[in-house]
């Protein structure tokens, strides 16, 4: 895959090893591809995801106050106001056509595997510095990135293609590129063009890898909810 999301995401993607398809070719992503995902395991994902996008969008404003720089302020502040005024219409649209409010997404009562993931995220920002946030938050973008890029698109019958051509479209495709350019940034600031040879390196490694352990376990948590 030669899309562009930077250069450090993919030396990081290659650090975590096999986990890295276990989360990005999971069962419940190949049945989100060939349609065959329950509808069940779908709208239980669904729910959860919009409380996790609200602790996401908290994770992205600890960004802003661990920033060094008013570009990096400006980018995570950018993502705080996308997640919270935009990228919940999707999951508010999909369960009010299953009869869900959006009182009942906001109330919806957490999952462990959720709290793990957001918990842990947020964590990495409190006791770490930004690169350590950044390198937490980062699957979560990217992953969906290379997932909708090879789901995607698909033709509007398709019974998941809200969600697959919102991650394949270019302007989400554009919001992985930009990530992929702050986080090279924010590595050049602080660790040098030598950052794999720093001893952060490996906490970044670490980080990244948990992480995207955890996006292993929503999907195993989202495929539980069809069974
Ligand atoms: C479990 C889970 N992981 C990743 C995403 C994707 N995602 C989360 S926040 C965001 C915008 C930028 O941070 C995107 C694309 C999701 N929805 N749910």
Not at 90 to 106: I, M, R
Not at 171 to 179: F, I
Request: charged fraction near 20%; hydrophobic fraction near 45%; glycine fraction near 10%.
């Amino acid at each position: 895959m030669t899309r562009d999301y930077g250069t450090t995401f993919p030396r990081l993607r290659d650090a975590a090893g096999t986990v890295w398809q276990d989360y990005t070719h999971h069962a419940f992503v190949e049945g989100l591809g060939n349609g065959t995902l329950p509808r069940k395991a779908f709208l239980g994902y669904l729910v959860q995801d919009y409380v996790f996008l609200i602790h996401f969008a908290r994770a992205w404003a600890l960004a802003v106050t661990k920033a060094d720089a008013l570009e990096e302020m400006r980018a995570c502040a950018a993502t705080v106001d996308a997640l919270v005024n935009h990228e919940l219409s999707l999951h508010v649209k999909t369960c009010a056509e299953a009869g869900l409010s959006e009182a009942d997404l906001y109330t919806a009562e957490e999952h462990p595997a959720n709290l793990a993931y957001t918990r842990y995220v947020l964590d990495a920002g409190h006791s770490g510095n930004f690169l350590d946030l950044l390198a937490a938050l980062t699957p979560c973008v990217m992953g969906y990135g290379e997932i909708g890029a090879r789901l995607g698109p698909v033709p509007a019958d398709h019974p998941y293609a809200d969600w697959i051509n919102t991650y394949a479209g270019d302007a989400y495709q554009q919001v992985c590129r930009d990530s992929g350019t702050l986080f090279d940034g924010a590595v050049l600031l602080r660790l040098g063009a030598g950052a794999e040879t720093t001893p952060a390196w490996g906490r970044l490694c670490q980080r990244f890898t948990t992480a995207t352990r955890l996006e292993v376990s929503f999907w195993d948590m989202g495929l539980s909810f069809g069974a």
